[in-house]
């Protein structure tokens, strides 16, 4: 007779639970039990499946590499069952507990007789394959430093246009780079040799930095090759000083590009900056599906593609504000196009919508707010038209309260800082993330500023942190789901209302706290550690918890787009391997501990 | 007229039988031997006057609980189970597929000589075995019974653990494991967990321990 402990175990696990209960009985009276203590490593040599009934056991490879863990319900030696070749993996109980084996005689019967166990175990030894192949498969994104070899070629201003000629010739370069007591002053391109001085008759003798193009555009050795793109799109140049720190340290140029990534889907950035249209915009817009999906193809982990998608919404936003400008003729003061929440923070996925306003040199009075008002118009509808949904909150440029001057703004914020009403503090959260897409730097520099020589305001600290701590994250739901209904779509862990955004939350409070004017999650707990106002073990923590959480839901977003669905932030913690439950649990837990820390830090005084 | 003392000699032959294959010597290292986790439902407490309503049984070989093997019977009452029906969830019209108590017995002695056997609170299961034993086959087999209950106490004893009033009970031993607790008061669901504890005992216990030691914890 079977064992209703054990048949009923079988009735709610996936895929025996789709059998009849008598053959689930008829399954459980086939097992043996193991109990199974922490640190011992499990026989897996035999040819029969394992069932995991209850403990934590991490599945590493030959090479040591942790693969997995198996938790409640996971199953192990399918893939000897199903092909009779052995893996090389170890499997070491990590918790106590309880294993089923079941032997392969059965196994394999009740795989002829039911489809589904077939196919659940074909599907499961799949995507063990996938698994391994994502453990050595490589990143895609380049960097700058990837491509340019630390082969500095260099010559002083005052050498001659010979002298530069010869040394391209002798170093087969097509650009030098002019230097002045090791800074960098200017480069020099053989196109310049050639229109500069051959073709008006200059003498041989003339010296570089008289034809050298001065103060060049430069990119940072750390960033990504699509920014350098973007910046050689932008402003029409082919070659890049590329510099470490403050010293340069090579060049690139699109031909280092295109050789190094031909088939690289940021070329889209480029397009975009060349059209002239917003018809040709929203079509450029189209590729922007198709490019995530080649990101989650090649694997791009979720932080570079938020930076990517993010990338192309700036192209995007500047080449309308080039485009309308076009059409509205120039600006009639300096203003700045800023961005704020995801976009500010560059961790944009696919389904997000616009955040934008104006900063504006002068106050908005007369022929400057129609000007602007039909710029931001313009921009905020293009910008719709491309795909980049309108926002519900009317958090747009477009609105007339968020097209202000220097004071206008610096007095929006005090009054959020000064009277943290509910409202203020949930603008807070929008609004404190904020970046300048196009126009002036300085101008949006001084209010950064003033802004965050306010922020380190205990009230506002206090009233910040209270409204962090409202949600929580989903600790068990593993066992009993918390979950939240969204109209349209089925039950799910919300990633980014329970997850990624209450990180961002915290993270936000520290940095105003600190003052710090980074806004991008990653660099904010990078800068909070340096600053050591957060344990660095902590950051670490709630940086890796944010790169799981992102990196989940970039994952659900590419699923969704490949099903022909729109993106959705609800993730169905069933379809997740034991590894990525585990992890989701881990950040979970990291949430709940730095929500604690906040409470302590923040909530204390008032 | 006779017929009775023909039928005799041969159940006698069985316990005999058992007894020749004798259980592993007490210096054997514990993880090595076979058991038999074995529980009984009763109508009572007191093993004279009270019968056994079902016997439940699994094996343990390698560390490892045999379901396949694994047994449940319904036993035959003399009398009408009567009151203690409630207790056990078991009624007489359940009963029509019971076996006969000296046909489980015989069936224990053919296939678990060489065992150890396993009970949580053996003392009881033992008395009405034992009495069983002798009225049927006129001879109780040597059974050494390792009690699960008792090297509960002896651990915790030895680790100054304060116990509450009930802290052995099975589901509060298995709790204490982690282990999956089934429905109380079922011979089989009873062996089976009085077996997943053992097992665990067992792994808690140093790689070498013998029988001998765990007897003398199950004291």
Same mark, same amino acid.
């Given at each position: 007779m079977e064992v209703a402990e054990v048949s009923k175990f079988l009735a709610q696990t996936i895929p025996f639970d789709q059998l009849s209960s008598a053959q689930q009985a008829d399954t459980a009276l086939q097992l043996s039990v193991y109990y199974c203590q922490e640190g011992e490593a499990v026989d897996i040599s035999k040819e029969q499946l394992l069932i995991v009934r209850t403990g934590i056991y991490a599945l590493y490879s #030959?090479? +040591? +590499?942790?693969l997995t863990k198996l938790e409640e319900g996971d199953f192990y030696g399918y893939q000897l069952l199903l092909t009779g070749l052995a893996d090389a993996d170890q499997l070491i109980c990590e918790e106590d507990g309880l294993l089923y084996w079941l032997p392969a005689a059965e196994f394999h019967q009740l795989r002829y007789q039911y489809k589904n166990i077939d196919i659940f175990f074909q599907r499961l030894f799949g995507r063990r394959l996938h698994q391994y192949k994502e453990q050595q498969g490589s990143r895609f994104t380049l960097k700058v430093s990837d491509v340019v070899q630390a082969r500095k070629v260099a010559i002083s201003g005052e050498h001659t246009v010979q002298q530069a000629a010869q040394l391209m010739t002798e170093k087969r370069v097509s650009s030098l780079l002019v230097e002045q007591e090791g800074r960098l002053t200017g480069i020099v391109t053989d196109r310049d040799l050639r229109t500069r001085v051959l073709a008006i008759d !200059?003498? /041989?003798?003339?010296?570089?930095q008289q034809i050298m193009t001065p103060k060049p555009h430069t990119i940072d050795k750390h960033a990504y090759i699509f920014e350098a793109v973007q910046l050689m799109s932008r402003f029409n140049v082919h070659h890049l000083p590329v510099m470490d720190n403050d010293s340069s340290f090579g060049m690139i140029t699109a031909t280092d590009i295109i050789r190094s990534q +031909? #088939?690289?889907?940021?070329y889209l950035i480029g397009e975009i900056h060349r059209q002239t249209t917003v018809d040709g915009l929203e079509q450029c817009s189209l590729q922007i599906a198709n490019l995530a999906q080649v990101l989650g193809k090649q694997q791009v982990p979720a932080h570079e593609a938020g930076h990517i998608i993010t990338t192309i919404t700036d192209a995007l936003t500047q080449r309308l504000i080039k485009l309308a400008q076009v059409e509205l003729g120039p600006a009639p003061c300096v203003f700045t196009w800023l961005c704020f929440g995801s976009q500010a923070r560059m961790d944009q996925s696919i389904n997000a919508d616009q955040d934008n306003a104006l900063l504006l @040199?002068? @106050?908005?009075? /007369?022929h400057i707010a129609d000007y602007f008002s039909a710029l931001a118009d313009f921009v905020c509808q293009g910008l719709a038209r491309c795909g980049i949904t309108l926002c519900p909150g009317n958090i747009?440029?477009?609105?007339? @309260? !968020?097209? !202000?001057s220097l004071k206008g703004w610096s007095g929006k914020f005090a009054k959020w800082i000064a009277s943290p009403t509910p409202e203020a503090i949930l603008k807070a959260s929008i609004f404190f993330d904020m970046r300048a897409v196009e126009g002036s730097k300085g101008l949006f520099n001084a209010l950064q500023h003033d802004i965050l020589a306010r922020t380190n305001n205990a009230l506002f600290l206090f009233h910040l942190a209270q409204s962090t701590l409202q949600r929580t994250a989903p600790l068990s739901f593993l066992r009993n789901f918390i979950l939240e209904h969204d109209g349209k779509q089925k039950k799910g862990i919300d990633l980014k209302k329970r997850g990624i955004s209450l990180i961002t939350d915290i993270v936000r409070i520290y940095a105003l706290a600190q003052g710090i004017s980074e806004v991008n999650t990653r660099q904010r707990l990078q800068q909070l550690a340096l600053l050591g106002a957060i344990d660095s073990k902590e950051t670490q923590n709630l940086s890796d918890a944010f790169d799981v959480l992102a990196q989940l839901r970039w994952d659900k977003h590419i699923h969704d787009l490949n099903q022909g669905h729109d993106a959705s932030n609800l993730l169905d913690p069933n379809i997740l391997s034991g590894l990525q439950r585990h992890q989701l649990k881990d950040s979970f837990a990291v949430i709940n501990n730095a929500q604690s820390s906040i409470k302590h830090r923040f909530c204390k005084e008032v | 007229m006779f017929a009775w003392l023909k039928k005799k000699p041969a159940l006698y032959d069985d316990v005999k039988r058992f007894n020749a294959i004798t259980a592993p010597a007490l210096s054997t290292p514990a993880r090595t031997c076979r058991y038999l986790a074995i529980d009984l439902e009763t109508t009572g407490l007191h093993a004279r006057q009270d019968h056994i309503v079902s016997i439940g049984w699994v094996p343990i070989v390698d560390q490892q609980i045999l379901l396949p093997q694994a047994q449940h019977f319904l036993i035959k009452p003399p009398v009408s189970v009567g009151q203690s029906a409630i207790y056990h969830g078991v009624h007489d019209k359940d009963l029509k597929d019971a076996s006969e108590l000296s046909e489980v017995l015989q069936l224990l002695l053919q296939e678990f000589s060489g065992h150890y056997f396993i009970a949580h609170h053996c003392r009881l299961d033992r008395a009405f075995l034992e009495l069983a034993f002798q009225r049927y086959f006129g001879k109780v087999p040597k059974m050494h019974f390792i009690d699960t209950l008792n090297i509960e106490w002896y651990r915790m004893q030895k680790q100054g653990i304060v116990m509450k009033k009930d802290a052995l009970r099975l589901p509060n031993c298995l709790a204490r494991y982690k282990l999956p607790v089934s429905a109380q008061h079922h011979a089989l669901e009873d062996a089976y967990s009085c077996a997943l504890l053992y097992l665990a005992q067992l792994k808690k216990s140093h790689a070498e321990i013998t029988i001998a030691d765990l007897l003398v914890q199950s004291r």
């Open positions: #030959d090479k +040591q +590499q942790l !200059l003498p /041989a003798a003339t010296p570089v +031909q #088939d690289h889907p940021v @040199e002068r @106050e908005p009075t /007369a747009m440029a477009s609105n007339p @309260e !968020l097209r !202000l | -």
